[in-house]
C-alpha cells in the first residue's frame, strides 16, 4: 500500500536523523536538506538510496538535484512510489 | 637536512590506544605494565589461526557524535580522538584562526598509517556483493584513502601549510613525526600536528599476517602472547589505536608561553635493501639509521638514557634492532633502558610511531621508563639493559634523551629523537 505524505515526512525525519543527527521534529516539508539539515551533497546521495528502499520508489541522479526540500521529496515520492 | 636549523618542541600530546581512551589512562597502563591484549570473541575470529588482539579501550562511537563518525573510516576515528587530545592538551582553545595564537597558514598536519582504510574498503565491498552497487556508501573514498586520517585532522585544526601521508608500512606514524619536524625545521610551519593510527582488527588482515608467520598464535594467554626479548616469543600481536602529538617550532612556543614536553631533536632514517618483509638480521639498515640521527643532529650518545624499541616480539626483528644499537653506541648502550612497549599495547603498525613517542616523551617528561612485561627467559642474544617486568627511573639530573625506533616491512627504518628541556 502506498505510503501518504505524512507517513512520507516520518520516514525521511528517522532517515535524516539517522543520517545528520537532526531531530526528527525538525524535519518538516519546508526545510531544505542543506540549509536546513545538514545533509550535504554526499550524504543527500544516502539519503535518497534510504528513501528508495523505504518507499519502493526509484530516484534517478539527473532527478536527485530538483530535491531541494523536504516537500520536494515528499511530492516525488508520492508521485513516484510503487 | 634543515634550511633553518629551529629548535623544534612537543607541546601537546594525544592518544586512544588498548590501554585507555586518553593520554593519562594510556601512561598509567605503560607504568603498571598492564597487557591490552584481549581474545578475540567476535564470529569471525572463530575460523582464524590469530583469535587475539590489542583492540581500543574506549570506542570511537563513545567520543565521537555518530552522523560525524559514520563518514570516518575507524582509523581516522582514532586520529581525530588523539589529535583533540593533543590540541586542547597544547593549549590551543579552538581552531588555527579562531584561536589567534596560531596562524592557519602556518599550521601542518602529518597523520599517517600503514594500512589506511582497509575496514572500509572490506566492508563497503561486502555491501557490494551482498546489496548492490546502488548501496556502496558515497563516502567509501574519502573514508578508504590513506591520507583520510591527515586531510580530517587538518580540517578540524585549520591547517593551511600542507596537510602530507607518508607510507612506510609499521614506520609510518614515525615517519610522520619526522617530516614533522622537518616541515618547521625547514621553516615552512611554525606547528604541526603529528601521529600515527591504525585500525586493521578484521578477519583479512588478521588472516594475512596470520599465514605469514607474522603474528603470534598463542590464543590461550593473550596477556602473555607478546613477549619481545623473551625466548618463546612467536610473533606480534595486532593492536589498534593512534598517538599524535603537536610540535612547534621553540620560538613560537615560547611567544605563546606554551608548556614544553620535550626537544624533538630530529630524526634518522635508512632503507634495509635487504628484502620486502625479512628484517636485516645483522641490523646494518637500522645502524645507518642511527648514524644518520647522530650526524644530522647534535645529540649526543652519553646523554641517551632510554630507548623506546620497535621490538615485535618477532624471533628475528627484536634482535637486529639491540644489534645495531650496540654497533652504533658501543659501551654506551649500557647506559640505556631499553623498553619495548609492544608487550603491552600490541602493535598498532602505522600508529605505533605515534603512541610510542608519546611513550617516549612522557618517559623523559616524567624520568620513568616503561617496562617491558612477559620476559620470563630473556633471549641470551639480547645484548642491551632491557627494562624487564616493573618500569624503571631515569636519572632525575642533567638532560636526557630517548629514542622511538619504528621499522615497517618495504626495509623501513625511522629512529626519531627526544630531549629534555
Redesign the interface.
Given at each position: 500500500m502506498a505510503a501518504t505524505q505524512e507517513e512520507i515526512v516520518a520516514g525521511l525525519a528517522e532517515i535524516v536523523n539517522e543520517?545528520?543527527?537532526i531531530p526528527v521534529e525538525d524535519v518538516q516539508l519546508d526545510k531544505s536538506f542543506t540549509d536546513d539539515l545538514?545533509v550535504d551533497s554526499?550524504?543527500m546521495?544516502?539519503v535518497v538510496?534510504a528513501a528508495?528502499e523505504r518507499f519502493d520508489v526509484k530516484i534517478p541522479d539527473d532527478d536527485v538535484k530538483n530535491l531541494k526540500t523536504v516537500g520536494d521529496a515528499t511530492d516525488y515520492i508520492l508521485k513516484h512510489q510503487g | 637536512m634543515s634550511s633553518t636549523n629551529r629548535t623544534v618542541v612537543v607541546t601537546g600530546i594525544g592518544a586512544t590506544t588498548p590501554l585507555g581512551g586518553d593520554v593519562a589512562s594510556t601512561w598509567e597502563g605503560l607504568i603498571a605494565g598492564r597487557s591490552g591484549v584481549r581474545p578475540l570473541e567476535q564470529d569471525w575470529a572463530a575460523d582464524l589461526p590469530v583469535k587475539i588482539a590489542a583492540q581500543i579501550a574506549v570506542e570511537p562511537g563513545e567520543v565521537i557524535?555518530?552522523?560525524q563518525a559514520?563518514?570516518l573510516d575507524r582509523s581516522a576515528q582514532f586520529a581525530l580522538i588523539a589529535a583533540k587530545e593533543a590540541w586542547a592538551d597544547a593549549g590551543f582553545t579552538d581552531k588555527a584562526g579562531d584561536d589567534t595564537s596560531v596562524d592557519p597558514d602556518r599550521l601542518g598536519a602529518v597523520i599517517a598509517s600503514g594500512i589506511g582504510g582497509v575496514t572500509t574498503l572490506l566492508d563497503q565491498y561486502d555491501v557490494l556483493r551482498d546489496k548492490g552497487v546502488?548501496?556502496v556508501?558515497?563516502?567509501t573514498v574519502p573514508m578508504l584513502m590513506p591520507n583520510g586520517p591527515s586531510a580530517n585532522v587538518g580540517l578540524a585544526v585549520g591547517a593551511r601549510a600542507g596537510v602530507h601521508t607518508p607510507v612506510s608500512a609499521c614506520a609510518s606514524g614515525a615517519e610522520a613525526i619526522g617530516y614533522a619536524i622537518e616541515m618547521i625545521r625547514s621553516g615552512r610551519a611554525d606547528v604541526v600536528v603529528a601521529g600515527g593510527t591504525e585500525a586493521a582488527i578484521h578477519p583479512l588482515p588478521i588472516a594475512a599476517f596470520g599465514n605469514m608467520m607474522a603474528m603470534s598464535k598463542n590464543n590461550d594467554d593473550p596477556e602473555g602472547a607478546s613477549r619481545p626479548y623473551d625466548v618463546a616469543r612467536d610473533g606480534f600481536v595486532l593492536g589498534e589505536g593512534a598517538g599524535v602529538i603537536v610540535l612547534e617550532s621553540a620560538e613560537h612556543a615560547a611567544k605563546r608561553g606554551a608548556r614544553v614536553y620535550a626537544e624533538a631533536v630530529g630524526q634518522g632514517i635508512s632503507a634495509d635493501g635487504h628484502d620486502i618483509v625479512q628484517p636485516e638480521p645483522e641490523g646494518r639498515g637500522i645502524s645507518h639509521a642511527l648514524q644518520n640521527l647522530m650526524d644530522c643532529t647534535d645529540l649526543a650518545a652519553a646523554e641517551i638514557m632510554h630507548v623506546n624499541a620497535h621490538a615485535t616480539s618477532t624471533p628475528a626483528g627484536d634482535i637486529a634492532e639491540l644489534k645495531a644499537l650496540r654497533k652504533v653506541f658501543g659501551d654506551d648502550t649500557d647506559h640505556m633502558a631499553v623498553s619495548g612497549t609492544k608487550s603491552m599495547t600490541g602493535h598498532l603498525l602505522g600508529g605505533a610511531g605515534g603512541i610510542e613517542s608519546v611513550a617516549s616523551i612522557l618517559a623523559l617528561y616524567h624520568r620513568i621508563a616503561p617496562p617491558t612485561i612477559n620476559i620470563d627467559n630473556l633471549d641470551p642474544e639480547a645484548d642491551a639493559d632491557i627494562v624487564r617486568g616493573e618500569a624503571r627511573k631515569l636519572p632525575v639530573e642533567g638532560r636526557i634523551a630517548a629514542l622511538n625506533d619504528s621499522f615497517g616491512f618495504g626495509g623501513h627504518n625511522v629512529v626519531l629523537a627526544f630531549r629534555t628541556v
Open positions: 543520517i545528520a543527527g545538514d554526499l550524504s546521495v544516502e538510496v528508495e | 557524535p555518530r552522523p559514520r563518514r546502488r548501496r556508501s558515497p563516502h
